[in-house]
């Protein structure tokens, strides 16, 4: 059975830093294009980063990028983000989805285009 499980979420001052984690069970992460994708309150889902089945390449949003940086470790079966300099912009819930290999990891990647979806951390940046 497919599981995607993210954990790490949780109240940070403006300035601080999270690492989010998501573990896979049921498949090999190293074999899927892996996202994470956020929904903060009112607004649409965005996507935030993405890595590559090969690991050759990642995304970063406009909104994140210079901040975020994704990674994976194979032998745990898990892919982070870590999130740095935050700002109250940034609250949201962060969800990891894992996609077929030919799903891009570029600025077209997609929620629709993903199929396994875990339930999401919150994060939320105040002060």
């Known amino acids: 059975q497919v599981q995607l499980v993210e954990s790490g979420g949780g109240l940070v001052q403006p300035g601080g830093s999270l690492r989010l984690s998501c573990a896979a069970s049921?498949?090999?992460?190293?074999?899927?294009?892996m996202g994470w994708f956020r929904q903060a309150p009112g607004k649409d889902h965005e996507a935030v980063s993405c890595i590559s089945s090969s690991g050759d390449s990642t995304y970063y949003g406009s909104s994140v990028k210079g901040r975020f940086t994704i990674s994976r470790d194979r032998a745990k079966n898990t892919v982070y983000l870590q999130m740095n300099s935050l700002k109250p912009e940034d609250t949201g819930v962060y969800y990891c989805?894992?996609?077929?290999?030919?799903?891009?990891?570029?600025?077209?990647?997609?929620?629709?285009?993903?199929?396994?979806w875990g339930k999401g951390t919150p994060v939320t940046v105040s002060s």
């Open positions: 989805a894992a996609g077929a290999p030919n799903v891009p990891c570029s600025p077209y990647l997609r929620g629709f285009a993903m199929d396994s």
């Open positions: 049921g498949f090999t992460l190293g074999d899927y294009t």
